[in-house]
């Protein structure tokens, strides 16, 4: 019966699951050994994937609580250690799978790669790619985000997770996921207000080792919040992801719009695909119902007929959108009947409706 009832606890343990690598303990070989006595006392042998590892806590008691539900426990002891070098290095290898090292969103990932872009800062593309994140997953989604924006990143922070910090794991860092999103940001590694100031090569080091280093798990999208412009980042990421898409964010302004036209091109140019136009700020509706047009109107529209791409959506200029972002609260978790919540959401499942091409993919045929 003691072996049984070991047996039924670790059934009950590949519940656990690792809140950073997002897999059951069980399959993690976290689980040394689990034995039971004679009275029901179940013993379970758990090792950490690091010292100190920030997820101790919750782990060791959701391992306890586990094994406490299993038939036959009468009480439950758990014993923590920390895995050996040899363990960690397995378990880096077997999360890698099959990906040669540093590759993870290549032509053949089943990640669809959007990058949210524009020639100038100030329009709203963190606020987007934050919210369009949380749409998505609302949708069903499994949604990762990087930060890209090494000088002015600020997307920890709309998250409400601005103390987060990764954790390293052998060769591999885990990514923090505040509010399920996995996401990994420059600002996870500073001080706060410490600034940023470093030339092009720092920039396209720092950005390769996000796309190759974090591991994000097995991603349906992953958002990546570009800096404004058309400079080395965005150089960087069009030679690191060539299959990524683009959605190009704007105000109506006829001059904001105009200038984030120039990202479309730059993106274009490096072989990348553009998705589509997302107008923001479109307009600041009146207690009466009426829409003052604060930064003009048809930027939007304008952009996408002369990149000769749909225009995905217009949001609203939303007191809810900036407020939320302050708070770390997206307005599409905290106001989700806010129009700009609403606007975003319409355009997440326009997103989401219009899948990922097939070009640049392997079908896994082969002639006959």
């Given at each position: 019966m003691t072996a049984e009832t070991a047996a039924a606890v670790r059934s009950a343990l590949g519940r656990v699951i690792d809140p950073e690598i997002r897999k059951p303990v069980t399959e993690l070989d976290m689980i040394r050994d689990v034995s039971v006595d004679e009275a029901g006392l179940a013993t379970v042998d758990l090792r950490l994937t690091i010292v100190g590892c920030p997820a101790a806590d919750s782990i060791e008691r959701d391992v306890r609580r586990a094994a406490a539900s299993a038939p036959g426990v009468t009480d439950v002891r758990v014993e923590v250690g920390v895995m050996s070098p040899q363990e960690r290095t397995a378990l880096t290898d077997?999360?890698?799978?099959?990906r040669p090292k540093g590759v993870q969103f290549g032509p053949d990932s089943l990640t669809r790669v959007i990058a949210v872009t524009s020639g100038k800062g100030g329009v709203g593309k963190s606020s987007m790619t934050v919210n369009l994140a949380l749409a998505l997953q609302r949708l069903g989604m499994t949604v990762g985000i990087v930060d890209a924006d090494v000088f002015g990143f600020s997307i920890p922070g709309l998250l409400g997770a601005a103390d987060a910090k990764p954790t390293q794991v052998g060769e591999m860092i885990m990514p923090p996921t505040p509010q399920g999103i996995a996401t990994i940001s420059?600002?996870?590694?500073?001080?706060?207000?410490?600034?940023?100031?470093?030339?092009?090569?720092?920039?396209?080091?720092?950005?390769?080792?996000?796309?190759t280093d974090v591991y994000f798990g097995d991603l349906d999208v992953l958002l990546l919040d570009l800096p404004p412009g058309t400079g080395d980042?965005?150089?960087?990421?069009?030679?690191?992801?060539?299959?990524a898409e683009?959605?190009?964010?704007?105000?109506?302004?006829?001059?904001?719009?105009?200038?984030?036209?120039?990202?479309?091109?730059?993106?274009?140019?490096?072989?990348?695909?553009?998705?589509?136009?997302?107008?923001?700020?479109?307009?600041?509706?009146q207690p009466d119902g009426s829409v003052l047009a604060v930064f003009g109107e048809g930027?939007?529209?304008?952009?996408?007929?002369?990149?000769?791409?749909?225009?995905?959506?217009?949001?609203?200029?939303?007191?809810?959108?900036?407020?939320?972002?302050?708070?770390?609260?997206?307005?599409?978790?905290?106001?989700?009947?806010?129009?700009?919540?609403?606007?975003?959401?319409?355009?997440?499942?326009?997103?989401?409706?219009?899948?990922r091409g097939l070009a640049g993919r392997k079908l896994g045929l082969s002639p006959r």
């Open positions: 077997r999360l890698r799978g099959d420059i600002g996870m590694f500073v001080e706060q207000g410490t600034a940023v100031s470093w030339r092009g090569p720092m920039l396209h080091r720092t950005i390769q080792q996000f796309l980042v965005a150089i960087s990421l069009g030679q690191l992801l060539p299959n683009v959605v190009v964010v704007t105000t109506p302004q006829a001059a904001a719009a105009e200038v984030a036209e120039r990202s479309a091109l730059v993106a274009r140019q490096t072989g990348q695909s553009v998705l589509g136009v997302i107008e923001n700020m479109a307009g600041l509706v930027g939007g529209q304008a952009t996408a007929d002369r990149l000769g791409v749909p225009l995905l959506g217009s949001v609203p200029l939303s007191m809810a959108l900036r407020e939320g972002g302050d708070a770390g609260e997206p307005v599409v978790l905290a106001t989700p009947d806010e129009p700009a919540a609403a606007a975003i959401r319409a355009i997440a499942a326009d997103i989401a409706g219009r899948g």
